[in-house]
């Protein structure tokens, strides 16, 4: 490639990544502002509604964050009254994360949104489903080249 500047920010994967980041997470607020949420909670809220009663760490480690990181999402979305905090039985030193009523009634009302998203992206459902897959890949083979 003739006149590729490697230090360019255009040429940069990473900043493709970041500002696309930014984008989608832009794209969400105002489709997640009618169920009360941020982006944040709507992750953990996703987690939940597929396994619900999950362990804090189990939550981070899905999104590769420390639970320290998550506490504060936890804590707002308790005090909306969306989810509670239990002690595990089998472990007292660890949280549970448990939907309440109203964080399993939120579920229905989220429905739409990949839709939303879908429409917003310009792809069909298979391309979509693509890059996901390289974009999964992408940070699996980042991830191992730093172990």
Do not use: H
Not at 71 to 94: F, H, S
Not at 103 to 119: E, F, M, P, S, T
């Amino acid at each position: 490639m003739k006149d590729f500047d490697p230090l360019a920010l255009d040429n940069q994967l990473c900043f493709t990544l970041y500002s696309t980041s930014l984008a989608m997470t832009q794209m969400y607020k105002p489709l997640l502002d009618p169920l009360g949420l941020t982006y944040p909670q709507y992750l953990v809220m996703m987690i939940l509604w597929q396994e619900d009663g999950i362990g804090l760490k189990d939550i981070g480690a899905k999104l590769g964050q420390q639970s320290g990181a998550l506490t504060p999402v936890i804590k707002r979305l308790e005090q909306e009254g969306r989810v509670r905090r239990v002690r595990d039985p089998q472990d007292e030193r660890a949280l549970c994360i448990q939907l309440t009523p109203e964080g399993k009634a939120l579920r229905q009302q989220a429905l739409g949104i990949g839709q939303c998203v879908l429409d917003a992206c310009g792809f069909n459902l298979e391309e979509l489903v693509d890059l996901k897959r390289k974009i999964d890949q992408l940070r699996r083979n980042i991830q191992n080249s730093t172990q």
